[in-house]
T-cell receptor
Framework: NAGVTQTPKFQVLKTGQSMTLQCAQD?????MSWYRQDPGMGLRLIHY???????DQGEVPNGYNVSRSTTEDFPLRLLSAAPSQTSVYFC????????????FGSGTRLTVV | AQTVTQSQPEMSVQEAETVTLSCTYD???????LFWYKQPPSRQMILVIR??????QNATENRFSVNFQKAAKSFSLKISDSQLGDTAMYFC??????????????????FGTGTLLAVQP
């Protein structure tokens, strides 16, 4: 079982560059989410999806786009990277019965210089 | 809006001893879920234990147990017989009950800021 797979694990970007963080899950989970983790702030929700074709904004969506064309994939796009987006990014998925909790990917450490 | 507070940024415990991590939350909801996640140095987020608010019985998973006080909005984690492998950041998280497709904030995890636990040999 691969679970939730995130790529890349590390990335350095220059200010203004764009990139896509990939997330794929093989558990047929309906719910998927993107979080960012910053020191002293816990994890904050960026965008989430309750199923293919449906996405919505979380707590800190500015500067990020998402799409959900398939159940398995939920990429996160940085449109024009800024130093404030330096963070660790986590993708997570859950079946519809969310009381079982989310399964997280191993994270992507992104540095914007 | 819901908030989750972990008031202990760091804690330390001796191997084989018991430690309790605190978590309080604020919500007007009556039905919700609470979770504790562990993040070791590997960065992986691992679900430790979960509690459904409508269940009065405290959840237990091997050496991990919770003290859920719904009226006080408190959800502490007790780790018994601490092991070196328990060294990690621990996050408390809240999720409102629900799940209607596309409806409401029913699948959002709200995290506390974490408690860094060090288990000393």
């Amino acid at each position: 079982n691969a679970g939730v797979t995130q790529t890349p694990k590390f990335q350095v970007l220059k200010t203004g560059q764009s990139m896509t963080l990939q997330c794929a899950q093989d558990m047929n989970h309906e719910y998927m989410s993107w979080y960012r983790q910053d020191p002293g702030m816990g994890l904050r929700l960026i965008h989430y999806s309750v199923g293919a074709g449906i996405t919505d904004q979380g707590e800190v969506p500015n500067g990020y786009n998402v799409s959900r064309s398939t159940t398995e994939d939920f990429p996160l796009r940085l449109l024009s990277a800024a130093p404030s987006q330096t963070s660790v990014y986590f993708c997570a998925s859950s079946r519809r019965q969310v009381n079982y909790g989310y399964t997280f990917g191993s994270g992507t450490r992104l540095t914007v210089v | 809006a819901q908030t989750v507070t972990q008031s202990q940024p760091e804690m330390s415990v001796q191997e084989a001893e018991t430690v309790t991590l605190s978590c309080t939350y604020d919500t007007s909801e009556s039905n919700y879920y609470l979770f504790w996640y562990k993040q070791p140095p590997s960065r992986q987020m691992i679900l430790v234990i979960r509690q459904e608010a409508y269940k009065q019985q405290n959840a237990t998973e091997n050496r991990f147990s919770v003290n859920f006080q719904k009226a006080a909005k408190s959800f502490s984690l007790k780790i018994s017989d601490s092991q070196l492998g328990d060294t990690a950041m621990y996050f408390c998280a809240f999720m409102k009950h629900g799940g209607a497709r596309g409806g409401g904030a029913t699948n959002k995890l709200i995290f506390g800021t974490g408690t860094l636990l060090a288990v000393q040999p």
